[in-house]
């Protein structure tokens, strides 16, 4: 079904399964999205992040054509949703946030229905899916817990074979072993040749299972991320020695020149006083460590710690509203963007 369904994508460029450009949604003068202009690649995973009401929920229905954008343009696998909307939820597979299912069915009687209803659906792989979810499917909807309507409902939504996935907060009231089990389902639809797209709250989720990300804040799509990148960038905390003098005009060049091979390397440095103790360096690094360890390891620092960078930085820069620190490292002579905090 899966190879019926894809052969029918007619997309100018293959590479994109998703496809939107300055799309904007608006309520009144309320822009609930404002220009957003996106990618998916097809067999990648794509996380939407953001804060409550940051627009991605409105993004995920104007793709499906649940909604009708105010101006832009989106296409999701070679159609506009807003004129070939079943043509795309053909194609889609959809998890919304608030997922209804019938509630005088029992689990089986659902999927067997939903399986029935699309054209890519597949009893066998959606019962599979409920037995790996580990979902009592003799139970009638309305009697089940928050939870297992969430299994139900993921299990509809991983039966059909379609070239894309969308699923809205798809771990939310889950327990943890049952979230590392949907984690795994969608690193299976990966390794399958198909496209997930899914919104969490959870970062530790996207970092584990996405290719790339974007940040959506009010309304605004305001950083993309290939997480490959921030896996290769790290912040290094350490206290400096109580007597290393601090220039008050150039707090930098008390760790020195940032050797030259290194400066493309370097993306953000702060000192902060620590009273007494000393000052707190904050270094943070892109790319390959190794070749930075040698100029660590030469500065009169103590109580160094090493972490990757991680989302969670990230995250609350964007939520701060702060320049984006994950991309093009930026240094001159000195070690570069330095502050005292004083
Ligand atoms: N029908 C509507 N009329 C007016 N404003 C709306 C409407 N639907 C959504 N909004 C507003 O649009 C903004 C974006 O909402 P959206 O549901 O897309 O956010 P979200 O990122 O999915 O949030 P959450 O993480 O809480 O689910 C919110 O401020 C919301 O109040």
């Not at 496809?19 to 309520?27: D, F, I, S, V």
């Not at 009144?28 to 404002?34: I, W, Y």
């Not at 904050?282 to 990757?308: K, N, Y």
Request: proline share 6%; hydrophobic share 40%.
């Amino acid at each position: 079904m899966l190879a019926n369904i894809d052969s029918t994508i007619h997309s100018n460029d293959l590479d994109h399964i998703v496809q939107t450009t300055e799309l904007t949604k608006r309520y009144g003068n309320f822009a609930a999205l404002h220009r957003c202009s996106l990618e998916v690649l097809r067999g990648e995973i794509f996380g939407l992040l953001g804060p409550n009401g940051a627009g991605k929920t409105t993004l995920i229905r104007l793709l499906l054509g649940y909604l009708h954008r105010t101006s832009g343009e989106a296409n999701v696998a070679g159609y506009d949703p807003a004129c070939d909307s079943v043509e795309v939820r053909r194609r889609v597979a959809y998890l919304p946030g608030d997922a209804r299912l019938p509630r005088h069915m029992r689990g089986r009687g659902v999927l067997e229905f939903f399986a029935q209803m699309h054209p890519c659906g597949d009893v066998q792989r959606t019962l599979d899916v409920a037995n790996r979810l580990d979902l009592d499917l003799s139970r009638r909807v309305a009697f089940m817990s928050t939870g297992m309507r969430q299994k139900l409902a993921l299990a509809v939504v991983f039966g059909p074979r379609t070239p894309l996935l969308i699923l809205d907060e798809p771990t939310a009231n889950l327990d943890p072993s049952v979230r590392g089990e949907v984690l795994s389902l969608v690193l299976s639809e990966r390794d399958e040749g198909r496209t997930v797209m899914f919104s969490s709250h959870v970062l530790s989720e996207i970092e584990q299972t996405c290719d790339r990300v974007a940040f959506l804040r009010r309304g605004e799509l305001v950083r993309k991320l290939v997480m490959e990148d921030l896996f290769q960038r790290h912040r290094v905390t350490a206290t400096l020695n109580p007597d290393v003098f601090i220039p008050e005009h150039d707090p930098s060049a008390a760790l020195g020149e940032v050797p030259s091979d290194l400066r493309g390397q370097i993306a953000a440095c702060q000192i902060s006083p620590l009273g007494t103790r000393g000052n707190r360096v904050q270094i943070d690094t892109a790319g390959d460590l190794s070749p930075t360890l040698g100029w660590l390891a030469s500065l009169p620092l103590h109580h160094v710690r090493i972490e990757p960078l991680g989302l969670h930085s990230v995250y609350e820069a964007v939520h701060l509203g702060q320049p984006d620190m994950s991309s093009v490292p930026q240094v001159d002579s000195r070690v570069a963007a330095s502050e005292v905090a004083r």
